[in-house]
């Protein structure tokens, strides 16, 4: 019997480590697991090549051409800008489910971008957290502008496609999120077009999700979701 195949896609400006107990899990469960770096992206948040939104979308559209060719069933995994691309991937091929953390849709409203100012210069405070100081040692304000433009690119795309996405679909987002507004994945389980779709909060997390208080909550909801269409 074929493995099955989870892509999962980490976010803007970040790297495969954003969403590495997630995928250190599902390895364990027995599925073939792909984390891609995106395009200009590096271990280092705040250095970025001139990468381009079409770069990010073909590099995933060339993982899931090959699985595809191979038979294998596709789990799409996206974190944050990650799961922008993967709706995107979603509408274009037949993928088994779609796994939706902290989706972009809402990035830094109002409300939220106080909230980012005020943590990001109090970033240096010692009575932090060490993940809390990795998270608050990126700025949106270090990200070159042509970066931010091809982020907004995906966004946009993604938007225009989840009326038409019918696939089993499972949203996880942090209440406590203080980049994405936690309205994102209630906008986006409203108008997708799935009829088996699941909608999970978390009342202690923040953005990053796989890596905060209750990652293993992640890992358990994804696991059963991927589990009930084995």
Not at 86 to 96: E, G, L, W
Request: net charge neutral; with cysteine; proline share 5%.
């Amino acid at each position: 019997m074929q493995r099955e195949l989870c892509i999962i896609i980490h976010g803007f400006a970040g790297n495969p480590h954003e969403v590495e107990p997630l995928a250190h899990a599902l390895v364990k469960m027995d599925y073939e697991i792909i984390t891609p770096l995106l395009s200009g992206h590096s271990m280092d948040k705040n250095r970025m090549e001139k990468a381009t939104a079409m770069d990010w979308l073909e590099m995933i559209e060339t993982i899931i051409k090959r699985a595809i060719d191979e038979e294998k069933h596709v789990h799409l995994i996206g974190f944050s800008m990650g799961a922008m691309i993967a709706s995107i991937m979603a509408d274009r091929y037949k993928i088994t489910t779609l796994v939706l953390l902290s989706p972009a849709v809402y990035v830094l409203t109002p409300h939220l971008l106080s909230k980012r100012l005020r943590e990001f210069f109090h970033a240096s405070v010692p009575s932090q957290s060490p993940l809390d100081q990795t998270i608050n040692s990126f700025s949106i304000f270090s990200i070159p502008v042509h970066n931010v433009f091809q982020f907004q690119k995906v966004v946009r795309q993604a938007k225009n496609v989840f009326r038409q996405i019918s696939v089993p679909i499972c949203l996880i987002h942090g209440e406590m999120d203080e980049t994405v507004d936690p309205k994102s994945s209630e906008w986006i389980f409203r108008v997708v077009a799935s009829k088996d779709k699941e909608l999970h909060y978390l009342p202690l997390s923040r953005h990053h999700i796989c890596l905060g208080p209750e990652s293993d909550r992640v890992i358990q909801r994804v696991s059963r979701f991927l589990e009930k269409h084995h």
